[in-house]
Each structure stands twice: as structure tokens, then as C-alpha cells.
């Protein structure tokens, strides 16, 4: 039975698939009007100047802070420049000190109030204080 060809069941020829068309609705949306476009419109742009104004202020805020580390750390240089210098002024202000320097170039001191002046010459000239 299963070898037999004229046993078996015959078969419909090309059925026909039937199909089956459905109709969809298409729905068109109205457009919006043209002043609630604008009011969009206007609404988005005012967003983006604030966000401007403030990045802007933002970025103005930073350099601030750049100038002022900046200031504080030329500040800092100057304190310490000007404590050197302060330190020097006493170091060469040192009346003992000026006193050597005075008589290794050639002036002479003399036990009147006077004042000694070496002028370059071999003659020292003297000048008395009033």
C-alpha cells in the first residue's frame, strides 16, 4: 500500500491562496497653527539664551579665578622678593660695616665732629659739622 501510487490520496491541484485584503484607516493629523508654532518656536530659543547667558557667566567665573590665582601667587613672589630686599637694606645699612668700607677706600676719621672727605687727591680735605 505505502509503494502504490494509485492507493494513495490525491491531492488538490494549486489551491489558491486566498488573500485577504483589510483596509486600514489612515488618520492625518492637522498641522499646528502657525502662532502656536511660534510660541514653540520661542519658547526653545528663549532656552537657549539662558543656557547661553549662563555658560557665558560661567566661563567669566573661571577666568576670574584664574586671574586671582594668578595675582595670588604674584603676591606671594613679591612678599618674598621684598623680604630679601629688607634683609639686604639691613645688611648694607650696618654702621660698622660702613665704617670699614669708608676706610678701605682712604677716608680718615677724626676725633672732631668733622667729616672726612677723599676726594680722589692725595689731599684729604676735611669739613666740620654745624
Known amino acids: 500500500?505505502?509503494?502504490?501510487?494509485?492507493?494513495q490520496p490525491k491531492r488538490k491541484q494549486d489551491q489558491q491562496t486566498v488573500i485577504k485584503e483589510t483596509k486600514r484607516l489612515v488618520k492625518t493629523r492637522?498641522?499646528?497653527?502657525?502662532?502656536?508654532?511660534?510660541?514653540?518656536?520661542f519658547t526653545v530659543?528663549?532656552?537657549?539664551?539662558?543656557?547661553?547667558?549662563?555658560?557665558?557667566?560661567?566661563?567669566?567665573?573661571?577666568?576670574?579665578?584664574?586671574?586671582i590665582k594668578k595675582l595670588n601667587s604674584d603676591y606671594q613672589t613679591m612678599n618674598i622678593e621684598m623680604e630679601d630686599l629688607k634683609k639686604q637694606v639691613e645688611m648694607l645699612s650696618d654702621p660698622e660695616r660702613i665704617r670699614?668700607?669708608?676706610?678701605?677706600q682712604g677716608m680718615v676719621s677724626s676725633l672732631e665732629d668733622g667729616?672726612?672727605?677723599?676726594?680722589?687727591?692725595?689731599?684729604?680735605?676735611s669739613a666740620m659739622r654745624e
Open 1 to 7: 500500500m505505502n509503494g502504490n501510487l494509485a492507493l
Open 30 to 41: 492637522k498641522s499646528l497653527p502657525v502662532q502656536e508654532k511660534l510660541l514653540y518656536m
Open 45 to 67: 530659543l528663549m532656552c537657549v539664551v539662558v543656557a547661553g547667558v549662563i555658560i557665558f557667566r560661567y566661563a567669566q567665573i573661571y577666568d576670574m579665578n584664574l586671574q
Open 100 to 104: 670699614k668700607l669708608a676706610e678701605t
Open 115 to 125: 667729616i672726612t672727605v677723599n676726594t680722589g687727591d692725595d689731599e684729604i680735605k
